[in-house]
């Protein structure tokens, strides 16, 4: 057997193993073997990491350098980022069975931020406030300080990334704790930033459980911002922690997307994206189109392609280029999916495709459920997983109010042909993004974030630059 490979923290520039030598076991849920281990953070570990990004702030280069030359220090670790595309890639496929051309699509996404957020904020520009005072006013946008991000196991460098990006474009420094289920992609990264020249502490990756090493960075009023995307019930702990020190907090946490197919829908294109959206990544997507409502009138033909499509995917080995299905993240994920898929029946609902694996792998197939009632758990929770409910509709009034019918609001999915439906149904669902005809498309400009237990604040473009910085008034005299 291969040597396991060894993931540490990169603090101050340095990849150092943990204050106690305490490590985990990183799995690769596809051959359910462990294949490599990395530092165990402790509130220890996680003390230094913040006393790097303090020191890299508060006496560092990186706040006060010309806009223009940070960006240029990020473009040189995106074009690292690039060069080693396929070995992050090989990272998270291996880490968590995404199949490899998902992977090569989110480290070009990943290397994507970093450019877009370089540019973003070399080319901001403030705002002027003519007063009839005789003064004018103008706005400025400070870096806010030492920035702690939190990030999930589904997209291990690219929702790492998401956070980073704008928070180092804006001159701030941070601590990135990826997932202790994927720590590896994002341990490489904080090889690379070294690697291009950022200064040591801009970018130090903390490796290590939700506690202590998550909420040890939360809990420090060294912190001045905390960014998280995960659950629900984590992000109100996230919340509760930062508001000890007053840290604004930007949590994107979990969703049950719905995703409406009109009458007049093109068919062929709706369910295709119907099938991407609840398939992909094995639905291991806070986007995911999971409850889906279909017009009655088409709803037979309808569900004659969509389970077709859903039982024509290739599942396998997430390196093999066929593949387009693979496992679930963990075995811990994989009891999660599996236990609401085991609950359909019991709560009336009905099994049209699917089902869990019965070859012992982590693996949910394709699973497409209908007749469940709207309170039954698999119906109303986010399962995180390639479940989709589904849902007959009457009329537009009708279906509006199904897809209000949540907690969640992170996004929705329209497909009709009828331009004055899509508007009007588009500004009544109560959602962060509205997708018409399509889905998972994203513009960094736009805002991204949730509605009610999906989440709180928006980032991309301006959102992001509000949060990551502290806007300053500067009110000036005029002479006359
Ligand atoms: O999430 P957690 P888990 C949902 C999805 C999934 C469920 C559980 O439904 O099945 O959450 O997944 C860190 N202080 N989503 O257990 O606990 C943790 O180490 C600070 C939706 O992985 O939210 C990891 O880095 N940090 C989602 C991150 O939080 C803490 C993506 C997420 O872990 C912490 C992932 C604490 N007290 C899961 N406890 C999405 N919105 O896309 C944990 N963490």
């Known amino acids: 057997m291969s040597e396991r490979q060894f993931f540490g923290h990169v603090i101050d520039g340095e990849e150092v193993p943990s204050t106690d030598g305490a490590t985990f076991e990183v799995w690769n849920p596809w051959t359910r073997e462990v294949w490599a281990e990395a530092a165990e953070g402790s509130a220890a570990d996680a003390d230094r990491a913040v006393a790097s990004a303090r020191r890299a702030f508060d006496e560092g280069p990186w706040p006060r350098m010309a806009r223009a030359e940070r960006a240029a220090a990020m473009r040189r670790l995106a074009d690292l980022m690039e060069e080693r595309a396929d070995d992050l890639a090989w990272l998270d496929t291996t880490n968590m069975a995404?199949?490899?051309?998902?992977?090569?699509?989110?480290?070009?996404?990943?290397?994507?931020?970093?450019?877009?957020?370089?540019d973003h904020q070399r080319d901001h520009t403030g705002e002027v406030y003519p007063m009839d005072s005789g003064h004018h006013t103008y706005s400025e946008y400070g870096p806010a300080g030492v920035v702690a991000a939190i990030s999930p196991w589904n997209f291990p460098l690219m929702m790492a990334t998401w956070k980073v990006a704008p928070a180092i474009a804006w001159g701030n420094t941070c601590i990135i704790k990826p997932s202790e289920d994927t720590p590896a992609s994002v341990t490489l990264l904080g090889r690379l930033a070294a690697e291009a020249g950022l200064p040591p502490g801009v970018l130090n990756v903390l490796n290590g459980h939700g506690s202590p090493a998550g909420s040890s960075l939360t809990a420090d009023d060294r912190v001045d911002r905390v960014t998280?995307?995960?659950?629900?019930?984590?992000?109100?702990?996230?919340?509760?922690?930062?508001?000890?020190?007053?840290?604004?907090?930007?949590?994107?946490?979990?969703?049950?997307?719905?995703?409406?197919?009109?009458?007049?829908?093109?068919?062929d294109?709706?369910?295709?994206?119907?099938?991407?959206?609840?398939?992909?990544?094995?639905?291991?997507?806070?986007?995911?189109?999971?409850?889906?409502?279909?017009?009655?009138?088409?709803?037979?033909?309808?569900?004659?392609?969509?389970?077709?499509?859903?039982?024509?995917?290739?599942?396998?080995?997430?390196?093999?280029?066929?593949?387009?299905?693979?496992?679930?993240?963990?075995?811990?994920?994989?009891?999660?999916v599996s236990s609401y898929v085991d609950s359909v029946p019991l709560d009336g609902g009905k099994v049209l495709t699917g089902g869990v694996d019965d070859e012992g792998r982590w693996l949910v197939r394709p699973t497409i459920v209908t007749d469940l009632p709207v309170?039954?758990?698999?119906?109303?929770?986010?399962?995180?997983?390639?479940?989709?409910?589904?849902?007959?509709?009457?009329?537009?009034?009708?279906?509006?109010?199904?897809?209000?019918?949540?907690?969640?609001?992170?996004?929705?999915?329209?497909?009709?042909?009828?331009?004055?439906?899509?508007?009007r149904v588009a500004s009544q669902l109560r959602a962060g993004t509205v997708w018409v005809n399509c889905f998972f498309i994203r513009d960094l400009?736009?805002?991204?974030?949730?509605?009610g237990d999906s989440g709180v604040g928006r980032e991309g473009g301006n959102f992001s630059r509000e949060f990551f910085t502290e806007p300053k008034a500067v009110v000036m005299q005029i002479r006359r």
């Open 375 to 423: 309170t039954a758990p698999a119906y109303c929770e986010e399962i995180f997983g390639p479940v989709c409910v589904v849902n007959r509709f009457e009329d537009e009034g009708e279906v509006v109010a199904l897809a209000n019918d949540t907690r969640f609001g992170l996004n929705a999915m329209l497909f009709t042909e009828n331009l004055s439906r899509a508007h």
């Open 445 to 451: 400009r736009t805002p991204f974030g949730g509605v």
């Open 98 to 118: 995404k199949p490899f051309a998902q992977a090569q699509h989110d480290v070009a996404r990943s290397v994507w931020n970093f450019r877009f957020f370089a």
């Open 228 to 267: 998280f995307t995960g659950s629900s019930a984590t992000g109100r702990a996230v919340m509760a922690s930062a508001s000890s020190h007053l840290a604004p907090v930007s949590l994107e946490l979990g969703g049950k997307g719905a995703n409406i197919v009109f009458e007049d829908a093109d068919l």
């Open 269 to 336: 294109n709706a369910v295709h994206w119907a099938v991407e959206a609840i398939f992909r990544n094995s639905g291991q997507i806070c986007l995911a189109g999971s409850r889906l409502f279909v017009a009655s009138g088409i709803y037979d033909e309808f569900m004659d392609r969509f389970v077709a499509a859903a039982e024509a995917l290739t599942i396998g080995d997430p390196f093999d280029p066929a593949t387009k299905f693979s496992s679930l993240a963990s075995r811990k994920h994989f009891d999660k």
